[in-house]
Every structure is written in C-alpha cells, then in structure tokens.
C-alpha cells in the first residue's frame, strides 16, 4: 500500500502537474523557512507540520495516551480532545503506551513516509508523565528514526524540561494564549499547582511564568519549540502580535495563531457564553501582521489528536486499535522497516533538493516573477482569489470542498496565503455530503446555512476557482461579489490563478476597487 | 471518611495521577475511590487532590452526596446561564 504522491513519481521539473502539489504549490513554501539558521532548517525541513515543502510528502501520527490535564481552558470541553492541538468536539481514541507503541510501528512499518510521531491531546502530556515517557522511552528504542514531539500548556515544563531532553525530543509545541494575567484569567478560569487549585489572575499568573521559563529552558537545550496561539476575539486579539514578540525573543521558531473554535453543541465556556469565532478574514489579517515578527505556520491543518497520515488527509481509520490488537508485534519486521523507512526518506528529501536547486537556477527573470515572464502591469492591485484544490490542481467541486487555498495574485504574481476551513464541525461524512457521489443537487438540498457559512469563509476574495460548482451556490457567490470560475478545472493551481488574473487584468479590472466588497484586505 | 466518584467522571484519570494514597482506580463506567484506602487527604494536603484537580463538575462528592465542585464552580457559567441552557435544574 504505497501512497501515490512519492517515490512512484521521479523527480519532476516545476510545472508539471502529475506528483501532487508542484513544489511551489503551496506558493510561501521557499522562503517560509528561510528566515531560521541553518541547523534549525535542517531539522524541520521533514518535518510534515513545519515545513510547507514537506507536508505534501512526509507523514506524521499523533497518540493519544495522555488523557489528564492541569488547567482549565475555556475553549475546551474536557469530554472531548484537548483543543489546543486539535478540534474541540472530536473524541481520540485513548491509548496505553503498550498500544500506542503498537500502533505506532505498526503504521510505520506500512507509512514509510512517516516520519513524526507527536503526542497531544486529550490532555496535557506533562500532567500525564509516566504515560507520555514511557511511550517516548520505548519508542526511542523500537524506532530511533521517527521523530518525536510533545504538545503542552507549558505549566509542567519546567520541571520536565530535562526529562525532555533526555529522551531526546526535538520538537515540542507550547500554546500560549497571552503574557498577561488580566487577559489570562479570561482564558483560564483555574490551574493545578502544587496541590491546590488556583483560580483567576493568580493562576494564570503562574501558568505565564511558566510557559515562559519553559520556552527559556527548552532553548538553552537546544530543543526547537513551536508556540501556538489561539486567536479570540475580544480577549486575545490585540495582545498576539506582542505574544509574537515576545516568544520569537525567547527564542521560539515558529509562531501558529490558530482560530478560536466556538460553537455551543461542544459545551465550552466560549461556546456556551457564546463567544464569537474570529473570521477567516480575521485570522489571516492578524497572521499576516505577526508574520512580520517571525515565521508563521500558514498550513496548520488542526489535525485531529489521533490523526494519520499526511497532512490534510486522514487514515486513522485503517489503524483502529482493533485492528492493531490482532497484530503481534512480531509479525512487523521492524529493522527491514526503518530501512525501507531510511530509503523512502532520503527519496523524498532528494526531490526536494532537487526542486530547490531548479528553482535557484532558474533564469533571473525579465520583470516579475520567475514563474510568470509575461509582463502583469505593475499598477494592477493585489487580488485574493480561494480554490478548492486536490493535489495541488484545480479539481475539487465547490459543494465537496473542505478547504479553499487562498491566494494571492499581484504584479509580482502569484503567492500562497493560508487555507481556509469550510464545515469546521461537520464530523459525520453524511452530514457533509462529502462521500456521497450526489453533486451539486446535495447543495441545494442542505440547510441554507451551510451555504451562507461556506461564502462567509470567502471573505475578502474575488474569485473562488472550483472544478464544477452548482446553480444555487453560482448564483449565492456573484451576489456576494465573489466570482465563480469553473473554466480552469484540473489545471496546475498556480498557473490557473495567474491566468485569472491576467484576464482580469486584460478586461480592465484590475485598474480600480472591486465591485461589491466593503473593505479590502490590507496588502501583506 | 472517603469521598465518591460519581456518573459525571469522563474519565479522564486526573485525579489518579494525583492521589497521594493510590485509592483511585479505573474501573467501567468511570473511575472508582476505594473507600478503604482514601482519606480525603487529610494530614497530607490542604484539599483532596483528586477534587482539586478534577476537571467535572460534580463528579466528585463528599459521604453526604454533595458535589466537592459544585455547578458553575469550575466553568465559571453563571447558575441562570446553566438553567436556561438546561443544563441544570435548580433544587426544587
Ligand atoms: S490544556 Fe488542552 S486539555 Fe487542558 S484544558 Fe486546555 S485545551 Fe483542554
Ligand atoms: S481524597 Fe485524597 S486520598 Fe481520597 S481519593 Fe481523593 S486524592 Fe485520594
Ligand atoms: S479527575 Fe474527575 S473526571 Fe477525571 S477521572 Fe477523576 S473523577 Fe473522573
């Protein structure tokens, strides 16, 4: 069972559309890492979560065996998943280390892609020690080569940090909310420290200290750490962009401001008080303002705790742990995986050395971008358009999309901005109409709502690309001013939105404000 | 002398990592207190650790019954909020 996207495919030149996304198809994917030193890069640039490059090519796995938290956050319900890594509203299958250990070599053996295994939610890793390094400690010896990372609220680091190190971790991922007790004890309503239950600014007081002390810590070892925020409107807003600084200062590589998921069905405080969610709009304003500060993580996907796979895709299914208990661990030949493991990675890192050596030799472009010789006039203005892809082409119908890419098209041309989740809660694939070969009649027939949520994530774009798209819909994004364009279907991306772009420039729509759109994005 | 783990537990095993008498265990639908060996903390702690770590409202109770973390107590909703949500009725 071989994914299809890599080793079948050579190594290819840049335009082709045949293995997945061309390598620049996720448009920021050279330079988003190019800012960190050297050595940093060399670590992440396989690592599925940080590098965009990699994240259509390697494959990572989450367990979930850490079930026990220390904080209370309001935006997670503590019947489901721990929302800081992952969607609240969904229930991962919990672990014992033994099975997770299982299961991890299990999938690896049939993933050779995989390269990283992180434990998250539910709960805090650091609240669960024993479970969590115990699963770290046998797989460092059944599988050296795999990766591993952690997901923390950052109150017990500290203490672990040294433990940490031990076990020789190289990536762990802190979430922090804000520096500010007053803002914190609106996120957290209580802590666990040192045997009491502390509440309000005085916890969260703590929590701050804390995280901070282990961001500081885990530097000064050498261990990468990734901080996560999570975006909410009223609270946090204005506050991320000096979170941004403070923690790039501490020595945090990347910065991921996630968006607040609030919705009352998970039984959140958020989601009871009836906090809002912020916008698609929104949250990619203020990852563009922090981006200014330091690296941003544009294709976080939120994966789910007990995910599978590459990113964006999810093969939990074929690795229930029912179907794992009827393993024994003597049938997987673990030495003969970990070289198929070795040959299959080192594949893939060579094909993108190879796409990033083709991409420097390319000839210095006469005016504009490299990928774009023809002349775009320098006073068109910036256009985001979304498009609802599957690997890397144009070719996902407008009902069925899960996610539009956005782009953005300019007379220096065409850029990767973010992704944009459409159905955030729909959990059912019946719900969805996602599955069902039922097309754009399944639009029609959902509540209007879905529709009307769908155009809503849109915002701000003129244009959505999609491989077919439906009457109803049609008419519902022209009235919201937003351009349905069917015409580029199957084609590369990126060559589909220049080429939209051009037409728009060429039909003299480029020279003033769009029609019907209140405010326009500011141009990153 | 032991406190209770009642039908709101979601299982989430906080309370068994910090039980300095061991007296927690897992058992289906939820985790149990073995009353034999919980001493409700007493001359080790302030507060029992497993209620003061113990995410769930109510899930939680003293020999009387009554709820160590009460509604609202944890979450911080407001007892009107919770009963018009329905999700909690009011002692009549
Ligand atoms: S740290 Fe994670 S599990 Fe704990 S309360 Fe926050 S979101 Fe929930
Ligand atoms: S009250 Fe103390 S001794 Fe009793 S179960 Fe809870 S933590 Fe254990
Ligand atoms: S901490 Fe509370 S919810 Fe979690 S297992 Fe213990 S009693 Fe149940």
């Known amino acids: 069972m071989e994914l299809p996207v890599i080793s079948n495919t050579p190594p290819t030149p840049l335009t082709t559309s045949g293995g997945g996304c061309s390598s620049s198809g996720c448009g920021t994917a050279p330079d988003a890492l190019g800012h960190l030193p050297d050595h940093i890069r060399a670590k992440v640039q396989d690592h599925p979560c940080y590098s965009e490059e990699a994240h259509h090519y390697f494959a990572r796995m989450h367990v979930a065996v850490a079930p026990a938290c220390n904080i209370q956050c309001n935006y997670c319900n503590r019947k489901y998943d721990c929302a800081n890594e992952s969607r609240p509203g969904v229930v991962s299958e919990l672990l014992s280390p033994d099975q997770a250990i299982k299961k991890v070599l299990a999938v690896a053996a049939k993933i050779p892609q995989m390269t990283v295994l992180g434990i998250a939610g539910p709960g805090d890793p650091l609240a669960n020690p024993t479970r969590t390094f115990e699963t770290f400690r046998q797989l460092a010896e059944r599988a050296p080569d795999i990766k591993l990372c952690v997901s923390t609220n950052g109150l017990n680091l500290p203490k672990y940090a040294d433990e940490i190190a031990k076990y020789n971790i190289d990536h762990v991922t802190i979430t922090i909310n804000c520096i500010d007790p007053e803002i914190g004890a609106r996120i957290y309503p209580w802590i666990f420290w040192e045997n009491r239950r502390i509440r309000g600014v005085a916890g969260a007081r703590i929590l701050i200290e804390q995280q901070q002390k282990g961001l500081e810590m885990l530097t000064a070892r050498g261990i990468l750490v990734k901080v996560n925020s999570v975006l909410i409107p009223g609270v946090n807003d204005r506050h991320l962009k000096e979170v941004s600084r403070v923690v790039k200062a501490r020595g945090a590589f990347l910065h991921n401001v996630m968006p607040l998921i609030a919705e009352a069905e998970h039984g959140t405080y958020y989601g009871l008080m009836g906090q809002a969610s912020p916008s698609a709009e929104q949250l990619q304003e203020l990852q563009d303002d922090c981006s200014g500060d330091m690296a941003m993580m544009r294709h976080c996907r939120q994966c789910r705790a007990d995910a599978v796979g590459l990113l964006g895709e999810d093969r939990g299914a074929e690795f229930t742990m029912d179907k794992i208990d009827q393993l024994s661990l003597d049938d997987i030949d673990y030495a003969a995986a970990m070289v198929r493991r070795k040959e299959v990675h080192d594949a893939i890192i060579d094909q993108l050395d190879q796409q990033r050596e083709t991409r420097r030799a390319m000839p210095p472009p006469l005016s504009g971008d490299s990928r774009n010789p023809e002349n775009l006039s320098p006073a068109w203005r910036t256009v985001l358009m979304a498009v609802a892809g599957k690997n890397g082409v144009v070719g996902e119908h407008f009902g069925h999309a899960r996610e539009f890419l956005i782009y953005e098209a300019s007379p220096s041309g065409v850029r990767f901005v973010s992704h944009r989740k459409t159905g955030l809660y729909c959990s059912g694939t019946e719900s969805c109409g996602e599955g069902d070969e039922a097309s754009a009649s399944s639009l029609v027939g959902e509540p209007e709502s879905v529709l009307d949520k769908t155009i809503a994530t849109l915002t701000g774009c003129e244009v959505v690309l999609c491989s077919k798209i439906g009457y109803e819909p049609w008419g519902k994004l022209e009235a919201s001013g937003i351009q349905p364009n069917g015409e580029h279907a199957m084609e590369p991306i990126e060559d589909a939105v220049l080429a939209v772009y051009k037409e728009m420039g060429s039909a003299g729509k480029l020279a003033e404000k769009p029609v019907g759109q209140a405010s326009s994005r500011k141009a990153a | ?92």
């Open chain 2, 1 to 92: 002398m032991a406190l209770q783990i009642v039908h709101a537990c979601v299982n989430c095993c906080a309370c068994v990592e910090v039980c300095p008498n061991e007296a927690i265990y897992a058992d289906t639908p939820h985790f149990l207190i073995d009353e034999a060996k919980c001493t409700e903390c007493l001359g080790e702690y302030a507060d029992p650790q497993c209620a003061a770590i113990c995410p769930i409202e109510c899930a939680i109770v003293n020999e009387l019954g009554d709820p160590i973390n009460p509604p609202g107590s944890l979450t911080g909703i407001p007892l009107e909020k919770l009963i018009e949500l329905g999700l909690y009725k009011a002692a009549a």
